[in-house]
């Protein structure tokens, strides 16, 4: 049983404000379900277990929301790019087609039409990368949990973090685990005391391989450029749902290391091809700053406040049916923060900056099924002949 958990503000929540508090409320409890705004951003309103103080939870997502009011209170978004069907959206679909199979929390299997586009979107987004000549390279899912330290992932987005763990290196331990599992049909509730401390985690994000790859090296002062496609993994409670927020998803980025000018350039045509891309393929979207999910922390809102208004992140925003958001993408600028980290120079330049670019492929499947549906006679011609889509390739 649930019940409906409704909270007035005393003041309306303006966009960024609303989904900076739509991120965080989330780990609150986790009951809670379906977070939304309503009456232009007056009212926030979620489903949570009826089991739970509605008032409690009233009082904190109040006071959550009042914090990031204040928070962001002087921030103006900036868009980069609104493509010219923001104005005029039409929707064919709703994301959810045939060939995508649920098999477990945030897990998806693809297959016919959703694979075919999934492949599509992996390929065209792989070429991004050609203008800079990008080495292409393959990185493992595991990452040690050292070096998510040195990308401060582990106090930044603990609530992300899924680690990975084995038995501990004892016979009988792992006898002993063996027998009680016999007939069970899942772990039990002493699981946890057989492991051992975790010394990797899944990946999150596939660039961070890239810095540990670079770790005490000098780039040259041309900079370096990579391609990678990889499987990642962030855990988002009851934020996780279909398509739109998995726990595991595949990502397809560009990265880049090099000094700050060149860099910045370069996330300046990523914007321009990416503003291009939205109107080839005849969608409904914007680029625009935006913030990482941080988590409830002293410093959060901080973090918020920095990356919002010095511009390190643009997000390329897609609209959905019910006046709802996904983002797909996104063209981050770090700093020499992974620089620093990871002892990595350019050549005659100090600390080395990196920008990545990166797409959810998963979720470019499902902003581009919920615009133009599932009729391919329907699709712009660039997608409906592609080989992918067309069956010209296997």
């Known amino acids: 049983m649930t019940q409906t958990v409704t909270v007035r503000l005393d003041a309306p929540a303006n966009d960024m404000a609303q989904e900076e508090i739509q991120k965080q409320v989330a780990y609150l409890s986790n009951t809670t379900r379906n977070v939304r705004f309503s009456e232009q951003g007056a009212v926030l309103e979620f489903e949570a277990s009826a089991d739970a103080s509605s008032a409690d939870l009233a009082a904190n997502a109040k006071a959550l929301a009042q914090r990031v009011q204040r928070s962001l209170r002087k921030l103006q978004r900036k868009v980069a790019f609104r493509s010219p069907l923001m104005d005029r959206p039409v929707f064919h679909g709703s994301g959810q087609v045939a060939g995508i199979h649920p098999l477990g929390t945030g897990q998806v299997a ?98 961070y391989h890239v810095y540990h790859l670079n770790e005490g090296r000098t780039v040259p002062a041309a900079g370096l450029a990579y391609g990678i496609c990889g499987k990642c993994f962030r855990f988002e409670s009851s934020n996780l749902s279909d398509l739109r927020r998995l726990w595991d998803f595949t990502m397809r980025e560009v990265v880049f290391l090099g000094e700050q000018h060149d860099l910045l350039q370069r996330r300046q045509r990523g914007i321009e091809m990416s503003a291009r891309f939205l109107e080839e393929h005849e969608l409904a979207g914007e680029i625009r700053t935006a913030s990482d999910p941080f988590f409830i922390a002293p410093d959060a809102l901080a973090k918020t406040y920095f990356q919002l208004s010095s511009e390190t992140k643009f997000e390329i925003s897609l609209l959905l049916p019910d006046d709802a958001r996904l983002a797909v993408g996104s063209l981050n600028y770090h700093t020499d923060f992974f620089g620093r980290a990871f002892n990595v120079t350019i050549e005659g330049a100090g600390p080395m900056h990196s920008v990545c670019i990166a797409f959810g492929l998963e979720r470019w499947v499902y902003a581009f099924l919920a615009q133009h549906g599932e009729d391919i006679r329907r699709w712009p011609a660039m997608v409906r002949e592609a080989p992918e889509i067309s069956g010209r390739i296997h």
Not at 123 to 148: K, S, Y
Not at 160 to 169: I, S
């Open 110 to 207: 693809l297959s016919a039409l959703p694979l075919r586009l999934f492949r599509y979107f992996d390929r065209v987004f792989e070429e991004f990368g050609h203008p800079w000549d990008a080495e292409p390279i393959l990185t493992p899912t595991l990452i040690p949990t050292r070096t998510l330290a040195k990308c401060d992932y582990l106090r930044s987005f603990p609530h992300n973090v899924t680690f990975a763990c084995h038995m501990q290196e004892n016979p009988e331990r792992i006898e002993d685990f063996r027998a009680r599992h016999h007939d069970r049909e899942d772990l039990d509730e002493r699981a946890l005391q057989d492991m051992e401390k975790p010394e990797a985690c899944l990946s999150p994000a596939v660039c």
